[in-house]
C-alpha cells in the first residue's frame, strides 16, 4: 500500500475540517471501547513504553511497527496540537499524532525526539508518537489487574486494566478506541503524496 492509496480511505485532521473538540474524541474512543471483546486468557504479551513519565502497556499485537520520529513531517493545517504531520514512509503515508496529547496527559513529543508506534485499522497506518519505548514484557493474563486511579478522563475508556511490573501497576492501553476515533472523527483527506516530505 502506498502513495495517495495507502491514505485514501483514512481520516486525517485538519484540511478543510477541524480537528474534534475534546468531548468529541471523549464519545468516540468511549463508543469504540464499548465494543471491545473480552480479554483472552493465558499468555500476554505487551510493549511498554513512556508517555511523559507515565509508563504504560499496549498489547503486542496492536503494535505493527515502532519508528523513530521522523525529522522530516508535513504539518496539516488546522489539526491543532493533537497531529504532528503526515510522513512518507517508504512510499506510504503516515499521519502521525501525539498519543499523549490525544489523551490528554499533555505532550509526548515535544520536540524531535520520541518513537512512533505504528497502529492499522482496516489496513489503513496510524503513527501514535510517544516519549520512548522500553521494552517487550510477557505477563499472565489472570494477573491482571484493575487499573489505578486517576490521569485524565480520555483514558480511562482505552484502559483494560493493569499488571504490576517492578512494584507499580501499570495501565494497559488499548489502541484500537485511539485508532478507530481518528479514523471515525476527523475529516476524510487525500493529500498529494508528492508534497509529503520523505524520510
Request: hydrophobic share 45%; proline share 9%.
Amino acid at each position: 500500500m502506498s502513495g495517495s492509496g495507502a491514505w485514501s480511505g483514512t481520516v486525517g485532521a485538519g484540511l478543510g475540517a477541524p480537528a474534534p473538540t475534546g468531548g468529541e474524541l471523549f464519545a468516540l474512543i468511549a463508543a469504540a471501547a464499548a465494543r471491545r471483546p473480552a480479554a483472552a486468557s493465558g499468555r500476554w504479551s505487551g510493549l511498554l513504553f513512556l508517555v511523559g513519565e507515565r509508563r504504560l502497556l499496549v498489547p503486542l499485537a496492536q503494535v505493527d511497527l515502532v519508528l523513530a520520529l521522523p525529522s522530516a513531517l508535513t504539518p496539516v493545517p488546522d489539526s491543532g496540537r493533537r497531529m504532528l504531520g503526515i510522513a512518507n514512509h517508504q512510499g506510504t503515508l503516515l499521519p502521525i499524532f501525539d498519543l499523549g496529547v490525544l489523551l490528554g496527559l499533555g505532550a509526548a513529543v515535544p520536540g524531535t525526539a520520541g518513537r512512533v508506534l505504528v497502529v492499522r485499522r482496516d489496513g489503513c497506518p496510524c503513527g501514535l508518537g510517544v516519549s520512548a519505548v522500553s521494552a517487550i514484557r510477557h505477563c499472565d493474563a489472570s494477573a491482571l489487574r484493575a487499573a489505578p486511579p486517576g490521569g485524565s478522563a480520555l483514558l480511562g475508556p482505552c484502559v483494560q486494566g493493569a499488571f504490576d511490573l517492578d512494584g507499580e501497576r501499570v495501565p494497559v492501553l488499548d489502541l484500537e478506541p485511539v485508532s478507530a476515533a481518528l479514523l471515525t472523527g476527523l475529516a476524510q483527506v487525500q493529500p498529494d503524496p508528492e508534497s509529503v516530505q520523505r524520510w
